[in-house]
């Protein structure tokens, strides 16, 4: 005997074994079963949610030796040549092959003529918004008074296309998308029938894949199980099905919450080098930032959550590491560039910048929220402030990292610097490295001074941080062994002074624009100095 695939073989053969679908069953058992059955349905829903299973259903219920019965025997040669679809009185048309009005007209013809043995002749129409406008007005007098033997279902993925005047003389019913926990439990005991071992994040995954669709979720399962020479892992459905593994996403996280551009970059190149396109990988990395979201607000148990508990864990380490508004700035800027890759689909570059400007939220969120604070007009302060305090990070740092346990303990520091260093790129790693890289340090009696160069603005402004700066100085106290404070200056603020020049005579005008609160605010904010001004 020939090999059945897994949608064919376990399809529902009564209403009690339809899935997500209960809307739906019961109203026809009870139609059934109190003879109030309709003249013509209309079944409308995406694809393997059941349309056609139901149609077949529908018409042993209404044709069964033993009925009409809302539980037909599944026995008789009415039952099992529906089942197979090869019954003669049960049309089974595909409304995209045989849209004409010759067609339709044909199908009128043969509708006054009697079963040949059932109860009914049942016309089904799959696709029938595919017929041609001529089609349905030559069906719209059969299907307003239809004789009595005759019953008309149609099926839809698109029923806006029917016209008005068709749907109003059907009884509609929509299919809904099945939900992930019945498709998954569906799937495991299909697994079971067939003697399967597939571990539970296979299952998962293949169920968030299936994307509501049991047929989709049955063809994949039997796709899968088809490369597996044993029991199927959460592996080797990531590489049957092209999916970018959850281990490389949960990474790429880590690197973007220490801002290590180059790490987040070499993940990102290592994913992509092994075939995967870049559209696929940012939507997979959009998806599981939406599960990140969702694990922040709702827990790692959440049934909202299609995934392993394995892959729970990652989304709960990662939901520690970022703030909402950080989520919320990444989902955004992710979906522009995924909308501009669907325009240039060979531009790399666009997601490496993305990569980048994610590596470096903090800054363009406060950014963000400097300008909006311009825009709306308030003189006394920023504006709304994005980011946010990350669970064992510190205000303003949307994607500071926890402290673990699992951490290695830190080398004792062999200098003033690397004490000082060592703290900041704990607190803050972008300051860490600029003064890692930038920065001079000199002791002055009970203060450490700090010299940055001339173009290190942003990062002098990070000294505002009281967390930091606080740190910074606890830290160089007891490198130093005792009580001392941090001064951060830029080695040429004390040369440039924000006065105008005598012989400009241009004081009115100096004066005006360093008491405008806009320009005030870009000093404070950037620590900034008024080197001139133009007309």
Same mark, same amino acid.
């Given at each position: ?9 376990? @399809? ?49 219920? !209404? ?55 059932? @109860? ?14 001529? /089609?349905?007005?030559? !069906? ?67 169920? @968030? ?75 997979? !990395? ?155 340090? /000199? ?45 951060? /200056? ?32 870009? !000093? ?12």
């Amino acid at each position: 005997m020939s090999y059945i695939v897994l949608s064919r073989k376990y @399809r529902p053969r009564t209403f009690d074994e339809v899935v997500g679908q209960k809307h739906i069953t019961e109203t026809l058992k009870n139609a059934i079963d109190s003879d109030r059955v309709g003249q013509a349905y209309i079944f409308s829903g995406t694809r393997g949610t059941g349309k056609t299973t139901m149609a077949r259903i529908l018409a042993k219920a !209404l044709n069964c030796l033993k009925g009409p019965t809302s539980s037909p025997c599944l026995e008789c040669a009415i039952c099992l040549s529906i089942d197979s679809g090869d019954d003669v009185d049960v049309i089974e048309i595909d409304g995209a092959s045989h849209n004409s009005v010759e067609d339709v007209r044909e199908l009128r013809a043969n509708a006054n003529y009697r079963p040949a043995r059932a @109860r009914y002749k049942i016309y089904y129409i799959d696709e029938v918004h595919m017929l041609s406008n001529a /089609a349905f007005n030559a !069906l719209l007098k059969t299907l307003e008074e239809p004789p009595a033997h005759v019953k008309f279902i149609f099926a839809t993925t698109e029923p806006h296309k029917i016209p008005l005047t068709i749907q109003s003389r059907c009884q509609r019913f929509d299919f809904r998308s099945i939900s992930a926990a019945d498709i998954q439990q569906r799937l495991s005991f299909i697994a079971k029938s067939e003697g399967l071992k597939v571990d539970e994040g296979a299952l998962s995954l293949i169920t @968030r894949f299936a994307a509501g669709s049991m047929r989709d979720g049955e063809s994949l399962l039997d796709q899968v199980v088809s490369c597996s020479t044993g029991a199927v892992s959460r592996t080797e459905v990531e590489t049957v099905l092209g999916v970018v593994p959850t281990e490389a996403l949960s990474k790429l996280f880590g690197c973007l919450g220490e801002a290590d551009t180059a790490g987040a970059l070499e993940t990102v190149d290592s994913v992509l080098s092994g075939g995967t396109a870049a559209r696929q990988f940012l939507g997979e !990395l959009i998806d599981y930032l939406r599960d990140v979201l969702v694990t922040r607000e709702c827990g790692a148990d959440s049934a909202l959550l299609v995934r392993s508990e394995d892959e729970r864990g990652m989304l709960a380490e990662d939901a520690g590491r970022m703030s909402e508004d950080a989520l919320v700035y990444a989902m955004g800027l992710l979906s522009e560039t995924y909308a501009r890759l669907g325009r240039f689909p060979l531009s790399r570059g666009l997601l490496d910048v993305s990569i980048i400007k994610l590596s470096r939220v903090e800054d363009f969120l406060k950014l963000r929220g400097f300008l909006d604070g311009l825009r709306s007009g308030q003189s006394g302060g920023a504006g709304p402030v994005y980011g946010g305090r990350a669970e064992g990070g510190v205000p303003g740092a949307p994607f500071a990292l926890e402290k673990t346990s699992q951490e290695e303990p830190a080398q004792e520091a062999t200098s003033l610097e690397e004490a000082v260093v060592a703290e900041a790129l704990k607190r803050w790693p972008l300051v860490g490295r600029a003064l890692q890289r930038r920065a001079d340090m /000199a002791v002055d009696g009970d203060t450490v001074r700090i010299s940055l160069p001339a173009n290190a603005k942003i990062e002098l402004a990070r000294f505002e941080d009281e967390s930091l700066h606080r740190a910074l100085e606890d830290a160089a106290s007891r490198f130093l062994g005792r009580k001392v404070c941090i001064k951060a /200056a830029c080695v040429l603020d004390a040369k440039v002074e924000d006065t105008p020049p005598e012989s400009t005579g241009k004081t009115g005008k100096w004066e005006m624009v360093r008491q405008d609160p806009s320009v005030r605010r870009v !000093l404070e904010i950037f620590g900034g100095t008024i080197s001139n001004v133009e007309e």
